[in-house]
């Protein structure tokens, strides 16, 4: 193991975390959310549970995951949300470079991850504003597959597309805009329809009404078949089970328009933390249930490739709570359909 991945591998969970939040105010508002959400996809303490354990799939049961966890097969695509993924390729090489000459030690984190953007931005003559939070992300990727894994990864990226090709304070400015309600929009008080961006870099959107649940609005997109991308999306492309907070599968990372959602509702908040998705305090914070969030306005999230429920079991010092009575007849439901698509039966 070299003196890099050696320092890599002594940062706690609560280091990563410290290091992005003195990171922010540094971080160009295009990112600030969106390496702060980065980072709740892929805690430290979820990934070293897996590790550890001795049986994966054992463990993937004990915490009810779903979906697709893990770097190791993303880590070229995984910040591909981010404004800074269009510099992934220059971070890599970097990171690769660093750790040939890195000299041991605990440097402070923040530090070493401002010096390697410095680098980079000044090497690619960008606004250095736009490099710290992919080479942030670059640091964790190398904590948690390795630098070998990283370094057999090919580094080759998508260019721009859609939004995403547009300059970053074009991009932060057209974020904020809510669609036009026509010509006498501004005398309408009732019926207003906005839209939910998923997937920026394709124009992923689905239309909302004011007020309405991201879930429930997802829910009236059927204009593919989502299950065929994602089993875990039974209606619209946001991945839902229970619709009452308590299955932690629609959680999203809200990556503009935090503050045109409703606030955090006691249930949430309670919930979340039983899932272990590591919300912020804020009343309109940027990690939400959909089943549970209305929104006032165009917003523009992402959504995880996973869900489970590991508060209690991998950080463990969370407030004992216990969910309220779960409403899984959904997941019931997709079990039924599961067994008796095995037994070869029909489930009419
Ligand atoms: S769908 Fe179960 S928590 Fe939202």
């Avoid at 959310?33 to 892929?42: E, K």
């Avoid at 041991?104 to 070493?112: H, Q, R, V």
């Avoid at 990727?141 to 090919?154: C, H, I, M, N, R």
């Amino acid at each position: 193991m070299t003196n890099f991945e050696n320092y890599l591998t002594q940062l706690s969970e609560s280091d990563w975390q410290e290091a992005i939040k003195s990171l922010l105010t540094s971080i160009h508002e295009v990112d600030r959310n969106a390496v702060q959400i980065w980072f709740r996809f892929y805690p430290l303490a979820l990934e070293q549970f897996l590790a550890a354990s001795e049986n994966l799939d054992e463990a993937k049961q004990s915490i009810a995951m779903q979906g697709d966890f893990g770097l190791e097969d993303k880590i070229d695509t995984s910040h591909d949300f981010l404004y800074g993924h269009r510099y992934w390729t220059a971070v890599k090489a970097a990171l690769e470079a660093e750790s040939q000459v890195f000299q041991g030690g605990t440097p402070n984190l923040a530090d070493e991850i401002t010096q390697i953007a410095t680098m980079v931005a000044g090497k690619l003559k960008v606004d250095r504003s736009l490099v710290i939070g992919i080479t942030a992300v670059g640091f964790m990727t190398a904590a948690q597959v390795g630098l070998e894994k990283l370094k057999a990864s090919s580094g080759k990226i998508e260019k721009p597309s859609g939004i995403m090709s547009k300059k970053p304070d074009a991009i932060v400015a057209s974020r904020k805009h809510d669609d036009s309600q026509g010509l006498f929009g501004f005398l309408k008080t009732v019926n207003k329809k906005y839209s939910v961006i998923y997937d920026e870099p394709n124009d992923g959107r689905f239309e909302i009404v004011d007020d309405q649940e991201i879930a429930s609005a997802s829910a009236n997109d059927r204009s593919q078949n989502w299950q065929a991308k994602d089993e875990r999306c039974w209606e619209g492309p946001v991945p839902v089970e229970c619709t009452s907070a308590s299955c932690g599968t629609c959680w999203v990372g809200v990556i503009a328009g935090e503050v045109k959602l409703s606030e955090v509702a006691r249930r949430e908040r309670r919930a979340i933390k039983v899932f272990g998705y590591n919300q912020t305090d804020d009343n309109q914070p940027i990690i939400r249930l959909a089943c549970q969030t209305k929104a006032r306005g165009n917003v523009t999230i992402v959504i995880p490739p996973w869900n489970a429920v590991f508060g209690k079991k991998v950080y463990g010092n969370i407030d004992e709570l216990e969910l309220e009575p779960v409403t899984t007849s959904a997941k019931a439901l997709r079990e039924a359909v599961r067994t008796a698509a095995a037994a070869g039966e029909s489930t009419e």
